[in-house]
């Protein structure tokens, strides 16, 4: 591949992305970025984070800069720039313009076990901490600016057959699919955020995407009404499921 590519993939909070960056950071012609927009995120919002203050003293804080990092020349002279993206790191305030040059893919959640897991760490999580509003307003932005349905893919889908879910990512994208993205060493990486010591313990063991295990159990009572909420997004986003 000669031309350089730009990935851009939307997903909200305890998802699989954090393993899709270890996946296409395997690949020999891509380079990944972690999360850009999280330094600014802390810096306009009162959520609480571990490790906020040493984030924001160690990444770019002005969207707009790190927007045009994001669309300038792609590190080491890699062909491919994969970018992992929290969906409710984008602020209203923030322009979507430069979207426009980059490839937007969306990865979705079943919203139960996404409110599940914030449920052992966050006992009230509130809709904008899930990422799901965001997903569909980016999404939806995407759509009328392109003219054309942006590729959207499901965390169980990937768990259940990583090489067939991956393969029709790359086919739709119109990138090379690389059996390379299928495994990876176990440990640490530089392209890590330095939040991965509060986050990434299990991602840093695995070797490969881990197997789809099936979960009906519900999500606590008192947050049946927001995985509702988040349900109907979720919803309309995956219809258009690859």
Not at 15 to 36: H, K, Q
Not at 167 to 189: H, T, Y
């Given at each position: 591949?000669?031309?350089?590519?730009?990935?851009?993939?939307?997903?909200?909070?305890?998802?699989i992305?954090?393993?899709?960056?270890?996946?296409?950071?395997?690949?020999?012609?891509?380079?990944?970025?972690?999360?850009?927009?999280?330094?600014?995120?802390?810096?306009?919002?009162?959520?609480?984070?571990?490790?906020?203050?040493?984030?924001?003293?160690?990444?770019?804080?002005?969207?707009?800069?790190?927007?045009?990092q994001?669309?300038?020349?792609?590190?080491?002279?890699?062909?491919?720039?994969?970018?992992?993206?929290?969906?409710?790191?984008?602020?209203?305030?923030?322009?979507?313009?430069?979207?426009?040059?980059?490839?937007?893919?969306f990865?979705?959640?079943?919203?139960?076990?996404?409110?599940?897991?914030?449920?052992?760490v966050?006992?009230?999580?509130?809709?904008?901490?899930?990422?799901?509003?965001?997903?569909?307003?980016?999404?939806?932005?995407?759509?009328?600016?392109?003219?054309?349905?942006?590729?959207?893919?499901?965390?169980?889908?990937?768990?259940?057959?990583?090489?067939?879910?991956?393969?029709?990512?790359?086919?739709?994208?119109?990138?090379?699919?690389?059996?390379?993205?299928?495994?990876?060493?176990?440990g640490?990486?530089?392209?890590?955020?330095?939040?991965?010591?509060?986050?990434?313990?299990?991602?840093?063991?695995?070797?490969?995407?881990?197997?789809?295990?099936?979960?009906?159990?519900?999500?606590?009572?008192?947050?049946?009404?927001?995985?509702?909420?988040?349900?109907?997004?979720?919803?309309?986003?995956?219809?258009?499921?690859?």
């Amino acid at each position: 591949m000669t031309e350089q590519r730009y990935i851009a993939m939307w997903s909200g909070p305890r998802n699989i992305s954090t393993a899709m960056l270890r996946s296409w950071g395997n690949r020999a012609d891509t380079w990944v970025v972690d999360e850009p927009f999280y330094a600014h995120y802390l810096t306009q919002t009162e959520h609480d984070h571990p490790g906020a203050e040493a984030i924001i003293d160690s990444y770019e804080t002005d969207w707009r800069k790190v927007a045009q990092q994001l669309t300038g020349d792609v590190p080491h002279d890699k062909a491919i720039y994969y970018q992992k993206h929290m969906t409710h790191h984008m602020l209203p305030h923030m322009d979507k313009t430069w979207m426009q040059k980059v490839t937007n893919c969306f990865l979705l959640r079943e919203p139960r076990l996404v409110v599940k897991s914030f449920a052992k760490v966050i006992r009230n999580p509130k809709i904008d901490q899930t990422g799901f509003p965001q997903q569909l307003d980016i999404f939806n932005s995407v759509r009328q600016q392109s003219g054309t349905i942006p590729p959207v893919i499901d965390a169980q889908d990937v768990l259940r057959d990583p090489r067939r879910t991956l393969s029709k990512l790359c086919e739709a994208i119109n990138v090379p699919f690389d059996e390379a993205m299928l495994s990876w060493a176990a440990g640490k990486r530089e392209t890590d955020g330095i939040w991965a010591e509060y986050w990434y313990a299990a991602v840093e063991q695995s070797t490969e995407f881990m197997p789809y295990k099936h979960d009906e159990s519900p999500a606590p009572q008192h947050l049946q009404a927001l995985v509702d909420e988040c349900q109907a997004i979720y919803e309309a986003l995956a219809q258009y499921k690859l």
